[in-house]
């Protein structure tokens, strides 16, 4: 039975490492991927400002055509104000010219809204860059050394399983069955150590008959409330 025990010990060892990697296998994929969704942001981010610089452009440079032609209207307005007959056609013409004078306010007023807006934008784009910058670096800094870890630790499972796999073969195997259930059932751990006369696991109160035979150390011994195996700590 001893050699039994101190089997089951081995395996529950080899469990407390896969409990380990196992949050690494979770943990280092998704912190490789942040840091690539980083850049995708910002690159999206920069992608989409750019846009907006360059309608903001457009629409600046529509709005100066617009302008230059009321201008030109303008210009042919005040010729023929010059060789006009009538009262009637010059106070027509002259309404015509002031009614494009207070358009081009209008359009100027526009440009420079859309002038504000440019220098809003171009802060923007400022921020985006620098964001995709170190979003880039952190990711070339980080991405091969992650990569490798993730090689690693899931390697590292490979061979703690297959390890526990060989122990297990020593066991019999309703023994290996109830392991395998506690293993499933409490968190990954099926064996623990007392702590004074308690169980390590639950906390539950030991019977001073079974703290005998913990100290005795021949049976297999169960808690009687989580059903986890409980091994005799020598250092308590
Ligand atoms: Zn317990």
Redesign the pocket.
């Known amino acids: 039975m001893r050699k039994e025990l101190e089997i089951l010990i081995e395996m529950q060892k080899r469990d407390d490492e896969i409990s380990k990697l196992q949050v690494l296998i979770e943990n280092l994929p998704k912190q490789l991927s942040n840091l690539k969704k980083n850049v995708a942001t910002a690159e999206s981010g920069l992608k989409t400002v750019k846009e907006e610089i360059e309608n903001n452009k457009k629409e600046e440079d529509k709005l100066e055509l617009e302008i230059r032609s009321n201008k030109d209207m303008m210009g042919k307005y005040q010729n023929q104000l010059l060789t006009i007959q009538t009262n009637k056609e010059y106070k027509a013409l002259n309404k015509e010219v002031s009614h494009l004078e207070k358009k081009n306010e209008d359009l100027e007023d526009e440009i420079v809204e859309l002038m504000e807006d440019q220098e809003d934008l171009r802060v923007n784009q400022q921020g985006f860059e620098d964001d995709l910058k170190s979003a880039k670096q952190e990711l070339a800094e980080n991405e091969q050394r992650l990569e490798n870890e993730i090689k690693e630790v899931n390697k590292d499972m490979e061979v703690i399983r297959s390890e526990r796999k060989e122990l297990a073969k020593e066991l019999p195997m309703p023994i290996v069955k109830k392991y395998a259930t506690l293993i499933k059932n409490r968190h990954r751990k099926a064996l ?1 150590y007392n702590i004074g006369n308690t ?1 390590g ?2 906390g ?1 109160m030991i019977r001073p008959q079974v703290m005998v035979e913990l100290h005795e150390g021949e049976k297999i011994l169960f ?1 009687e ?2 059903s ?1 195996i409980i091994v005799l700590n020598k250092e308590d």
């Open positions: 623990v169980c696991g639950c539950f808690c409330s989580c986890r």
